[in-house]
């Protein structure tokens, strides 16, 4: 009982703030350094690499590879695939304690050849597509290494790179990978850490080498050079990329900025001019099903009406096939209407944070994240040679050996035979290291034959001059640049240009934005006649026929027609009530003509308690004549008054009692305006003397001791003012001479000329 320890003893007080500080430093810096964030010298996160570690260990190397990069015991090397839940369960149980799926999702995305643009890992076995599928379950699909990997790994043997704990200390595992293939930049990266993320994309091998290849001959190479070799992103899935020479060179000098992708395309005619746009590439990142959903609703909220349908007929190769709405859309267009709206065309943001040797997180350009990784295989090379120098001295002590042996072989046996303890006697008497005497008593009778004066003398002058090239490698820098450049161009032939792995998919051809294009060029233009009844039942009959026809006279019982006019599809119909109300209806939007149409109040949002004053097409750039019973009016544009929503736009701002009556679109050369009030009185003014406006109650066209306005009109003086004369003839009747009824606006005016219409209307 004496030993007892009351645990309340070790209880020390801290600051909340401080200790939650200190808790989320840790888990952060935890999230940057070893799970997040890639290492800029192998361009691998801690998860790759431990699944990169154990294939190799499972002896995964790929079919063919070179002997080089494999481990030195040939008996290892095995190009057979092994069950992936094989490799997992190898990761979680010896480098990585996470769960499994979160490491089989790893190693999915290493073997996908539309995410890595040089895959890491060969997949036998569904490892998901393009559109979006998942892969099978772990244990359906097998892996095993490619050749990418096994030249990442390179070295791994030889002493290159430093080795670490495993998380339980039962393993070793890898700092970081030595090899030569620069997969930070072939293959990119992306993650979010705390506080920060990292978006690279994948990028041609050959060009990252020639890079590299110009900084080891030039090391204070412009970075207007290294953008004359990188010419950008090389997508897994090709594409193209259209920004500017100045905006790509800008993000990869700082680090940071933001690039446009834009799928590929051709036309292909069909018979009888029509024509088809074939996509064979899509942007990197966007799962082709997502894409052509999103499209197909596009048509069917007719929010891209110019196209028509659009047909997936792919195979191992995309083929989207777009089919517009008629062969006179313009491909360009249609085009830059799915770039705008579609994920056709995407922003990648490149993001270059990465850690450098010492593990600490930053933002890089292109020539800093090529000048650090080129030292670190400066590194790898000097430390390669000085492994080799170790080795090479440690076979020169035993053939030393060896030889002394092969020259007193009698005496040597003689010593084992008689000897009790031989090993000191032949030290003594030849001079031999405790390990030269260790191997000579470790010799199997059969390996005399092989002491040979001529062949260990020849083996022992080899590895003296590979020591001596070796030390010279190692203390002299331009030596060590001269090998680097040479191992990097037998790299290059591997992934060069001319290889189906190393051509270039990704275009460069600068395109400016795509083109917003408004809705009413993607319409087809279509001739149409409108009808309006008087209960406000709407439709559109194809064609322009005859307003007088049988046809055009079918309503419900009680029914009639108000208004109809021949119009096209691409116009904008301005439906107009009499509390001032303008409201826009899109011609290509109404019901067809088959039926008796359908309720204008289900398209627009009309009060209940409101006439329809008027229902033409907007003439862009046209004017109208406004007018209210009590008198007042404006001058309005057309392009002002259209609004395309439900609940329209507020125009004519009418008074108590008064009602919007007067609604007439000013002719072209029109220059005065006439107004006729209800008391029969007539007067014309010049139609400068209105104001435009956009919205209000106008001025006083007219001044009335009783009653109100009744119509208005805007002509030409020198045509004079008309009006028909009734009846079945259809004469029109024209007064040139109007001097008498010419004052100034707001006048009372005086009575019309003898035979005006008791109508009191001009039209």
């Known amino acids: 009982m004496s030993d007892f320890r009351d645990p309340f003893d070790t209880i020390r007080d801290h600051s909340f703030d401080e200790?939650?500080?200190?808790?989320?430093?840790?888990?952060?810096?935890?999230?940057?350094?070893?799970?997040?964030?890639?290492?800029?010298?192998?361009?691998?996160k801690p998860v790759h690499r431990r699944l990169l570690w154990a294939m190799r260990l499972l002896r995964l190397e790929p079919a063919g590879a070179n002997p080089d990069v494999l481990v030195a015991n040939p008996a290892r090397?095995?190009?057979?695939?092994?069950?992936?839940?094989?490799?997992?369960?190898?990761?979680?149980?010896?480098?990585?304690?996470?769960?499994d799926a979160s490491v089989y999702d790893a190693m999915v995305r290493l073997a996908q050849d539309f995410s890595l643009r040089t895959p890491l890992v060969d997949g036998q076995g569904n490892f998901g597509n393009i559109d979006g599928d998942n892969a099978a379950a772990m244990r359906y699909t097998e892996a095993r290494l490619t050749q990418a990997a096994a030249?990442?790994?390179?070295?791994?043997?030889?002493?290159?790179?430093?080795?670490?704990?495993?998380?339980?200390?039962?393993?070793?595992?890898?700092?970081?990978?030595?090899?030569?293939?620069?997969?930070?930049?072939a293959n990119g990266a992306s993650g979010i850490a705390v506080g920060m993320a990292t978006s690279i994309p994948p990028h041609n091998v050959a060009e990252i080498i020639d890079a590299a290849s110009l900084l080891i001959d030039k090391p204070d190479a412009e970075h207007s050079e290294i953008m004359q070799i990188v010419r950008g992103p090389d997508m897994p899935t090709g594409g193209m990329l259209v920004d500017t020479a100045s905006i790509i060179s800008e993000a990869y000098a700082t680090g940071r900025g933001s690039l446009r992708i834009r799928a590929k395309w051709h036309k292909e005619e069909e018979a009888r001019g029509a024509w088809v746009a074939v996509i064979t590439e899509i942007p990197y990142q966007v799962q082709k099903s997502k894409l052509i959903e999103h499209i197909a609703h596009l048509i069917t909220e007719k929010k891209l009406p110019i196209l028509a349908d659009i047909r997936d007929e792919s195979d191992e190769n995309i083929r989207l096939v777009l089919e517009p709405r008629s062969r006179t859309v313009e491909p360009d267009m249609l085009m830059d209407s799915l770039f705008r709206l579609s994920d056709l065309e995407t922003r990648f943001s490149l993001n270059m944070n990465v850690l450098d040797a010492q593990h600490r997180p930053g933002v890089l350009g292109i020539k800093d994240v090529l000048s650090q990784w080129l030292t670190h295989q400066i590194d790898v090379l000097v430390r390669r040679a000085q492994h080799r120098l170790e080795k090479i001295a440690g076979r020169l002590e035993l053939l030393d050996g060896y030889i002394i042996a092969y020259l007193n072989l009698d005496r040597v046996i003689e010593i084992i035979r008689t000897e009790d303890e031989p090993k000191e006697v032949m030290m003594a008497e030849f001079g031999l290291t405790d390990r030269q005497a260790e191997a000579i008593l470790n010799m199997r009778l059969r390996s005399l034959r092989k002491l040979e004066e001529m062949e260990l003398r020849r083996e022992h002058g080899e590895l003296v001059q590979e020591q001596e090239e070796l030390q010279k490698l190692v203390a002299d820098p331009k030596l060590q640049k001269k090998r680097l450049k040479r191992d990097l161009a037998a790299l290059r032939k591997r992934y060069g240009p001319e290889t189906e792995l190393g051509r270039r998919r990704t275009l460069v051809e600068e395109a400016g934005p795509a083109r917003e294009i408004p809705l009413e060029a993607m319409i087809e233009k279509e001739p149409i006649t409108v009808i309006l009844s008087q209960r406000g039942w709407i439709r559109a009959m194809k064609g322009h026929v005859d307003l007088a026809s049988a046809e055009m006279l079918k309503f419900k019982e009680g029914d009639g027609l108000a208004f109809a006019f021949h119009a096209q599809t691409t116009d904008k119909l301005l439906l107009i009530c009499a509390n001032g109300r303008f409201y826009t209806l899109g011609a290509d939007k109404l019901p067809g003509g088959r039926g008796l149409g359908e309720p204008v109040r289900a398209m627009v949002d009309l009060d209940g308690d409101t006439?329809?004053?008027?229902?033409?097409?907007?003439?862009?750039?046209?004017?109208?004549?406004?007018?209210?019973?009590?008198g007042r009016g404006f001058l309005a544009a057309m392009d002002d008054v259209t609004a395309e929503t439900r609940k329209g736009k507020q125009v004519v701002n009418v008074r108590s009692g008064a009602r919007l009556t007067v609604v007439y679109p000013v002719p072209e050369g029109a220059d005065s305006v006439?107004?006729?009030?209800?008391?029969?009185?007539?007067?014309?003014?010049?139609?400068?003397?209105?104001?435009?406006?956009?919205?209000?109650?106008?001025v006083q066209l007219q001044r009335y001791r009783d009653g109100g306005l009744s119509d208005a009109i805007a002509f030409r003086l020198e045509d004079g003012l008309s009006w028909a004369m009734g009846g079945e003839t259809g004469r029109t009747r024209t007064e040139t001479d109007l001097s008498l009824w010419r004052v100034a606006r707001g006048a009372s005016g005086r009575m019309p000329p003898q035979g005006f219409p008791r109508s009191n209307r001009f039209n």
């Open 674 to 698: 006439a107004v006729i009030g209800e008391n029969r009185k007539l007067l014309i003014f010049r139609l400068s003397e209105l104001p435009q406006m956009a919205r209000g109650q106008g």
């Open 77 to 99: 090397n095995n190009t057979g695939y092994k069950k992936c839940a094989r490799v997992v369960g190898d990761v979680i149980g010896k480098y990585h304690p996470h769960g």
């Open 611 to 630: 006439d329809i004053i008027t229902l033409l097409p907007a003439q862009p750039g046209g004017q109208m004549l406004l007018a209210a019973s009590d």
């Open 151 to 185: 030249d990442l790994m390179a070295g791994l043997d030889e002493g290159t790179v430093d080795y670490r704990p495993t998380y339980n200390g039962e393993e070793e595992e890898p700092e970081v990978f030595p090899g030569l293939f620069p997969n930070l930049l």
């Open 19 to 44: 200790a939650l500080s200190q808790r989320y430093l840790v888990y952060a810096m935890s999230t940057i350094t070893a799970r997040s964030l890639p290492d800029l010298r192998d361009g691998l």
